[in-house]
């Protein structure tokens, strides 16, 4: 999936990452993949171009290495990820947690930690995250607190209001992609994630963090 739009004129042109933690390997509806790309479109509005990628279609290998060896695609994803300026997450909610795959993401990006730049600085810094959430049950706001302290640990900056999320009546079994249409409240979550996503990523990019 990709979106795409021309800078206007005067804006320093960006990249965003989608990684969509669903279950479910590609091609099955995934509701995560809709948040994604809703997401992506409205970085799209700022200049922003983007792509997504379900990372279940890959084998990431548990560990905590940016490289495990033995087939391990996580290396593929890590490319993706140093080459972008915005970095979007997409999970679902299962038992009120994040995915194992959101949380497989995590633990292989903890390997950061130990990557530096020219400068000696984390090669994560000067990139923004965001994050996205979905689930016909509770449990939004503590995994995009733990997706929040947990990217930001390895160093991306968490924009205001960087967290979009829809949860669905409990005990039901409605899904985020089975909706006719997005609901106001989400949209304009995502909206002014967007834009302050978009904006603090221009910042970092024009003028970096300092060396430590």
């Known amino acids: 999936m990709e979106n ?18 669903s279950l479910k390997p590609s091609p099955a509806p995934s509701s995560s993949e809709l948040m994604a790309s809703q997401i992506l479109a409205e970085l799209a509005g700022h200049g922003v171009t983007g792509s997504s990628v379900r990372v279940v279609d890959y084998n ?11 087939g ?3 290396p593929t994803l890590r490319d993706q990820v140093l080459a972008a300026d915005i970095l979007v997450v997409c999970t679902p909610t299962w038992m009120g947690q994040a995915s194992s795959v959101a949380h497989r993401v995590l633990e292989r990006l903890d390997a950061e930690l130990s990557e530096m730049d020219a400068a000696g600085r984390p090669d994560l810094y000067d990139k923004v995250a965001v994050v996205g959430v979905v689930g016909n049950e509770d449990g939004a706001h503590h995994i995009t607190a733990v997706l929040y302290q947990s990217l930001n640990d390895v160093g991306f900056t968490i924009p205001s209001q960087g967290g979009t999320y829809w949860n669905g009546e409990a005990m039901q079994g ?11 409240a989400v949209a304009s979550a995502t909206k002014s994630l967007a834009s302050n996503a978009a904006h603090l990523a221009r910042l970092l990019k024009g003028s970096a963090y300092p060396a430590s």
Request: charged share 20%; hydrophobic share 30%.
């Open 60 to 70: 990431v290998a548990p560990g905590v290495e940016t490289d495990m060896g033995n």
């Open 174 to 184: 409605t899904d985020y992609n089975d909706l006719d249409e997005t609901p106001e």
């Open 4 to 21: 795409s739009s021309v800078t206007s004129s005067g804006t320093t042109p960006l990249s965003a990452l989608a990684l969509v933690c």
């Open 72 to 74: 391990d695609q996580w």
